[in-house]
T-cell receptor, first 111, second 114 residues
Framework: QKEVEQDPGPLSVPEGAIVSLNCTYSNSAFQYFMWYRQYSRKGPELLMYTYSSGNKEDGRFTAQVDKSSKYISLFIRDSQPSDSATYLCAMGGGSNYKLTFGKGTLLTVNP | SQTIHQWPATLVQPVGSPLSLECTVEGTSNPNLYWYRQAAGRGLQLLFYSVGIGQISSEVPQNLSASRPQDRQFILSSKKLLLSDSGFYLC?????????????FGQGTRLTVV
């Protein structure tokens, strides 16, 4: 079993839709969680960082963490064409300095 | 504020040639520094990380090496490139005071070995 599993998509939605992106993980040592957005041929950009179970909201984005189920989600409300990108989940924890990434989900929001 | 610079943005090199990619961070001291490679459909692969000057940890044995000659400078090198070294290389940094911290990425270098 891979440490982090992410639905690969691709995912195509109409403008204004609610988007749900998900990752599951197997390593109980993971204690903090991130979502990155990566546009084509660019470096990943940090969207959300969260340390605890529950929801964290930032504008149209909500990150959800369920440590008991080892499951994290990113919700995008009122999706826009500019949200079209690859979304990567990442997580870390313990005494090392490394993050473990999902393989990314390619999202296309159609106008 | 902190910024990370990575160059060049694109590079085409012949097989057997040397490689040097440079990354610098501004606005913070003693950052943790990382080199990743990203291949289509394979996600981000951690190649090297460094928690201080001269301290390099290698994650994947391969044709590449890394050095950290200054606190905020991280260099990825190869003496002889292989076709399989083609890919998108990303430098990143994180806060050096804690392990539980997010990473911030540069804009990447797209390397094509021909």
């Amino acid at each position: 079993q891979k440490e982090v599993e992410q639905d690969p998509g691709p995912l195509s939605v109409p403008e204004g839709a609610i988007v749900s992106l998900n990752c599951t993980y197997s390593n109980s040592a993971f204690q903090y969680f991130m979502w990155y957005r990566q546009y084509s041929r660019k470096g990943p950009e940090l969207l959300m960082y969260t340390y605890s179970s529950g929801n964290k909201e930032d504008g149209r984005f909500t990150a959800q963490v369920d440590k008991s189920s080892k499951y994290i989600s990113l919700f995008i409300r009122d999706s826009q064409p500019s949200d079209s990108a690859t979304y990567l989940c990442a997580m870390g924890g313990g005494s090392n300095y490394k993050l473990t990434f999902g393989k990314g989900t390619l999202l296309t929001v159609n106008p | 504020s902190q910024t990370i610079h990575q160059w060049p943005a694109t590079l085409v090199q012949p097989v057997g040639s040397p490689l040097s990619l440079e990354c610098t961070v501004e606005g913070t001291s003693n950052p943790n520094l990382y080199w990743y490679r990203q291949a289509a459909g394979r996600g981000l692969q951690l190649l090297f990380y460094s928690v201080g000057i001269g301290q390099i940890s290698s994650e994947v044995p391969q044709n590449l090496s890394a050095s950290r000659p200054q606190d905020r400078q991280f260099i990825l090198s190869s003496k002889k490139l292989l076709l399989s070294d083609s890919g998108f290389y990303l430098c990143a940094w994180s806060w050096g005071t804690t392990t539980n911290t997010e990473a911030f990425f540069g804009q990447g270098t797209r390397l094509t070995v021909v």
